[in-house]
């Protein structure tokens, strides 16, 4: 089954970021490179979920990785990555915060 959003979002993100300089050792003795273009980020669709929420960086080019929360149909909480709640050592302020939010979505 292909999934019209992931085909859209493989494109773009291949537009945006494909690395055109990807080089490949042919020959070590003589340090020969071979130069390629390479996409090696994909998505794909994972379960019948509701919803995956990615938060916004804090600055404009910066881009978050492995943060987000996914959720399920029912509203309960599927998967948390990244967030502080989740850390060790962050302001507990911020921890109440978010235990409340993802609480009140259901999980």
Same mark, same amino acid.
């Given at each position: 089954?292909?999934?019209?959003?992931?085909?859209?979002?493989?494109? $773009?993100?291949?537009? #945006?970021?494909? +690395?055109?300089?990807? #080089?490949?050792?042919?020959?070590?003795? =003589? #340090? %020969?490179?071979?130069?390629?273009?390479? $996409?090696? %980020?994909?998505?794909?669709?994972?379960?019948?979920?509701?919803? $995956?929420?990615?938060?916004?960086?804090?600055?404009?080019?910066?881009?978050?990785?492995?943060?987000?929360?996914?959720? +399920?149909?029912?509203? *309960?909480?599927?998967?948390?990555?990244?967030?502080?709640? =989740?850390?060790?050592?962050?302001?507990?302020? %911020?921890?109440?915060?978010? *235990?409340?939010?993802?609480?009140?979505?259901?999980?």
């Amino acid at each position: 089954k292909v999934s019209y959003p992931c085909v859209v979002l493989n494109r $773009m993100t291949d537009l #945006q970021t494909r +690395n055109d300089q990807y #080089q490949t050792l042919v020959d070590p003795e =003589k #340090q %020969i490179y071979k130069q390629s273009s390479e $996409m090696s %980020i994909e998505f794909e669709v994972d379960g019948p979920y509701r919803a $995956m929420i990615l938060p916004a960086s804090k600055e404009e080019g910066v881009l978050i990785k492995k943060r987000y929360a996914v959720f +399920n149909h029912d509203g *309960s909480l599927e998967e948390l990555k990244g967030f502080e709640l =989740k850390r060790r050592g962050e302001l507990k302020l %911020i921890k109440v915060f978010q *235990s409340e939010l993802f609480e009140d979505s259901g999980s």
